[in-house]
């Protein structure tokens, strides 16, 4: 079998995209088909896989996302901006467009080649100062039904080794006192509006090198402290810079993409593993 595929990545997160407005998977062949072709070194590999498919709520296209482990995310910004320049440069959508998300409408716009803003979903059930052992962390979600992200507050964090960190992330990523468990993402205040974000993704299991809707969470709680202007705010993680503005109108991700390789996908494991 041979699936046209294009893999792209935004700030260190990477992604198989496909369109299955044209191969018409069904749902659980998809799940299959993440867990298969994510697999680093078994297959082509990536931090998720990010479908195309025909949209139900009057958006131009629909987002479904699989993280590497065949879950369902509710959203990615970092993916969302990558599946925005797959949308325009395969003409599927204009230079601004509206992705339909399992957290609601997302909107796009192209900046230029490589750049695109995608406006998150907005900040919901948002819970502050919570107590976790000896940290004070707080809780956001994006979009409803949304996206949990914790916030975590660590000293150093830019020159903090992630092994260090490892089992803390992995407690506060599944939390009990959280029903859906969370994203965690430690963070550092610097001066001049610049934040270090380290970020342990849900359905990853690991910290990756960004998360944007973890830097959109980051920044608005952020913004509300009053540990940053409520404006742009400069991102640091570990694949590069994101910007994310935090305006009366919404939250807004910004950053660079990059088209890795297209082509087919030949994995010749995928009729036995996946077809079946």
């Given at each position: 079998m041979q699936i046209p595929f294009y893999k792209m990545q935004g700030t260190g997160n990477d992604f198989i995209i496909i369109n299955n407005i044209e191969l018409k998977f069904p749902y659980e062949t998809l799940v299959k088909l993440a867990k298969q072709i994510c697999q680093r070194k078994i297959s082509v590999g990536s931090d998720a896989l990010m479908v195309v498919?025909?949209?139900?709520?009057?958006?131009?296209?629909?987002?479904?996302?699989?993280?590497?482990?065949?879950?369902?995310?509710?959203?990615?910004?970092?993916?969302?901006?990558?599946?925005?320049?797959?949308?325009?440069?395969?003409?599927?959508?204009?230079?601004?467009?509206?992705?339909e998300t399992v957290a609601g409408m997302v909107y796009a716009k192209r900046l230029d080649q490589r750049n695109y803003q995608v406006q998150l979903n907005d900040p919901a059930n948002i819970q502050e100062a919570l107590m976790f052992n000896d940290f004070l962390v707080d809780y956001v979600e994006l979009g409803d039904p949304g996206i949990p992200h914790l916030v975590v507050p660590y000293e150093n964090l830019s020159i903090t080794p992630l092994a260090s960190i490892q089992?803390?992330?992995?407690?506060?990523?599944?939390?009990?006192?959280?029903?859906?468990?969370?994203?965690?993402?430690?963070?550092?205040?610097?001066?001049?509006?610049?934040?270090?974000?380290?970020?342990?993704?849900?359905?990853?299991?690991?910290?990756?090198?960004?998360?944007?809707?973890?830097s959109g969470s980051t920044a608005y709680i952020l913004a509300q402290k009053g540990l940053v202007q409520p404006e742009e705010v400069t991102i640091h993680v570990l694949g590069g810079?994101?910007?994310?503005?935090?305006?009366?109108?919404?939250?807004?991700?910004?950053?660079?993409?990059n088209i890795i390789t297209k082509g087919e996908i030949m994995d010749e494991d995928i009729e036995q593993n996946v077809m079946n």
């Open positions: 498919d025909t949209p139900q709520k009057g958006g131009d296209f629909r987002m479904i996302f699989f993280n590497a482990d065949g879950t369902e995310a509710e959203m990615c910004g970092n993916g969302a901006r990558c599946l925005a320049r797959y949308a325009f440069e395969n003409q599927l959508a204009n230079e601004e467009m509206q992705i089992a803390l992330a992995k407690s506060l990523r599944y939390w009990d006192y959280l029903p859906k468990g969370a994203n965690v993402n430690f963070y550092e205040v610097l001066d001049n509006q610049e934040v270090v974000v380290r970020t342990f993704e849900r359905g990853v299991e690991d910290f990756t090198l960004a998360c944007g809707t973890g810079t994101l910007k994310v503005k935090v305006t009366p109108d919404g939250l807004f991700l910004i950053g660079d993409t």
